[in-house]
Every structure is written in structure tokens, then in C-alpha cells.
């Protein structure tokens, strides 16, 4: 039996590009995340986060469901997601399609952790409820910290970074409306 290797979630990011005969600079633009970030992404050299994988399919105009990978190839990157991003993990909670709008995550965030890179952003809605642990939320040029059983809503339009300042794991329910 001949097995055909599984093309990288990057490889499909750039295939879609390609298809769309869209420069990774339009991209960027259309995204509003960094072309050398996008372009780390394409290569595998970053894990893509929820944010950015809601503007990539909205951008591309395709499903999340037709961007994520099948379920073993999902399991390898959670995985391997966790090795390359040490600070943040996330597990889906819900099933993705193009009528669903409501997406639901599970995220870890590891102790005395502070967001480095781009800030994130998508069209919608954000609800946040911290599981364990403790959380701080930069949305635009607010911040607030909030601990266990503590929640923020906000528009996940506005660029928005989390960190963990404790020394204890944060654990995080997030639910994010897409438009």
C-alpha cells in the first residue's frame, strides 16, 4: 500500500495562497498579521494560533473545518504544538463548519508566561473564563487580570494578547463568535 504523505497545515495555507494568486505581502494585509509571520507559519516553523487560523480561513474564504487536519494529523500537532509553543496550547471543543459560528477552546497557558510576537485579532466576539490559575488580557491599551472563575467579553477585532504572570498553570474556557 502506498501512503501520500499528509500535506503540513503551512503547505495548505500556501497552496490555498497560491490558488488565490495572493502574495504572502496581500495576506498580510488582508489578515493584518506580519508577512514574516504568515511566512513562519507556511514554513512550519510556527504553530498557527486560533485567532490567526479564524482570519486565514475568512480571508481565504474556506471553512476552518477544510484548513484543520484529519484527526491522527490533528493529534501529532496538538503534540508537536505544544513543543514548538511551550507558553500556549490549545484543544478544540467544538465541531467546526461553515454555518457554525460559535467555536469553543480549551487553552493552557504555562506559569510565568508573557505573550511574545504578534497580538492577535479576528472578526467577532470573545468570551474568556479562567478555569485555574490567573490571567492577564491586553485588549487594545486595556488591561485586566482576572483569576479563577473570572470572565471577559470582548471584540476580538481589537488586538488582544494574554499572559500567565503567576507561577501556576492557567487553564482557560474560551468561546469565540465568528460573524
Known amino acids: 500500500m502506498i501512503r501520500i504523505p499528509e500535506e503540513s497545515f503551512g503547505a495548505r495555507i500556501r497552496r490555498l495562497r497560491e490558488a488565490k494568486s495572493l502574495s504572502i505581502e496581500v495576506l498580510a494585509h488582508d489578515t493584518g498579521y506580519p508577512a514574516d509571520f504568515l511566512n513562519g507559519i507556511e514554513e512550519g516553523t510556527m504553530a498557527p494560533p486560533v485567532a490567526v487560523v479564524l482570519q486565514l480561513s475568512r480571508v481565504l474564504k474556506i471553512g476552518m473545518d477544510q484548513l484543520q487536519e484529519n484527526k491522527e494529523a490533528f493529534k501529532r500537532r496538538k503534540t508537536s504544538h505544544k513543543k514548538r509553543v511551550a507558553s500556549y496550547a490549545y484543544a478544540s471543543l467544538t465541531a467546526s463548519g461553515e454555518e457554525k459560528h460559535l ?51 470582548f471584540d476580538s477585532s481589537l488586538s488582544h494578547k494574554l499572559s500567565n504572570p503567576t507561577n501556576e498553570k492557567a487553564e482557560l474556557l474560551v468561546v469565540i463568535y465568528v460573524p
Open 103 to 153: 467555536r469553543a477552546y480549551l487553552v493552557t497557558i504555562n506559569p510565568e508566561t508573557e505573550h511574545k510576537g504578534v497580538e492577535y485579532h479576528h472578526e467577532g466576539e470573545e468570551f474568556i473564563y479562567v478555569l485555574q490559575g490567573n490571567l492577564t488580557i491586553q485588549v487594545g491599551r486595556n488591561t485586566s487580570t482576572l483569576k479563577k472563575g473570572e470572565c471577559i467579553n
